[in-house]
């Protein structure tokens, strides 16, 4: 299972991205993925999350600004990020839980930083 997380970069305040995760050997079906991120100085959170049968669930504090969606057929799970603010500046993980064997799966990172 690799997990690779893409569509970090350097945006303006008030701007708006898609951060795309795309998870080879596996089905999706079988795996809850979520978002997090990992802020300078701060610990991992957790952003939204889209279950095995494709519900979404964005963190309360995410929920005006954040969508989350998945195509099984390709195997990615994409994270639009919108009104983004300097606190957004973070590095996003994606991570892929087995829900059957319990197994987590993590990829690389991609960081985002919002400035002027």
């Known amino acids: 299972v690799q997990l690779q997380a893409s569509g970090g970069g350097l945006v303006q305040p008030g701007g708006s991205l898609r951060l795309s995760c795309t998870i080879s050997g596996i089905n999706l079906n079988w795996f809850d993925v979520t978002w997090y991120r990992q802020r300078p100085g701060n610990q991992r959170e957790r952003v939204a999350t889209i279950t095995s049968g494709g519900v979404p669930n964005v963190a309360d504090a995410a929920k005006a600004r954040v969508t989350i969606s998945r195509d099984a057929t390709r195997g990615t799970v994409d994270l639009q990020v919108n009104g983004l603010t300097p606190e957004d500046t973070a590095t996003y993980y994606c991570?892929?839980?087995?829900?059957?064997?319990?197994?987590?799966?993590w990829g690389q990172g991609t960081l985002v930083t919002v400035s002027s």
């Open positions: 991570n892929a839980y087995e829900i059957f064997q319990h197994i987590n799966y």
